[in-house]
């Protein structure tokens, strides 16, 4: 939980630290998602190359100035990154999860003081939606 003023791109590494999906039979769980589906935010040198260190694979579009570098760099500009127009289509649902949930007010507003309250309010939402 950050302020409303932080970037989401410099808490990715945090987001991806705390991933736990229990595993349906004995063992521990997993930490490391199969792939990643972001948007123009998070396309930076540094995350992909984090990314790949970590062995995940990714979808995250270039932007505008990413491209314009990479041509004007010529040869030396290197290739452009793999993308896949299919997958990242995808991400449509997460969106739309994200504008229902905006639609109770007092997440959209932010009534609660502390990150455990606003928490628990983002969860009963959450439930709601999904009864």
Not at 31 to 50: E, L, M
Request: net charge positive; hydrophobic share 35%; with cysteine.
């Amino acid at each position: 939980m950050t302020g409303g003023n932080v970037n989401d791109c410099t808490r990715l590494e945090q987001v991806l630290h705390a991933i736990r999906v229990p595993r349906q039979g004995l063992g521990r769980p997993r930490t490391r998602p199969d792939h990643v589906v972001a948007d123009k935010g998070y396309s930076s040198r540094a995350i992909r190359s984090y990314l790949r260190r970590r062995g995940i694979s990714h979808t995250i579009p270039e932007r505008a100035d990413q491209i314009a570098n990479r041509r004007n760099r010529g040869s030396r500009g290197g290739r452009r990154p793999a993308f896949d127009r299919d997958v990242y289509k995808r991400r449509n649902v997460v969106e739309r999860c994200f504008n229902q949930l905006k639609q109770f007010r007092a997440l959209a507003t932010r009534y609660d003081k502390t990150a455990t309250s606003y928490t628990a309010v983002v969860t009963i939402a959450a439930m709601l939606l999904w009864l």
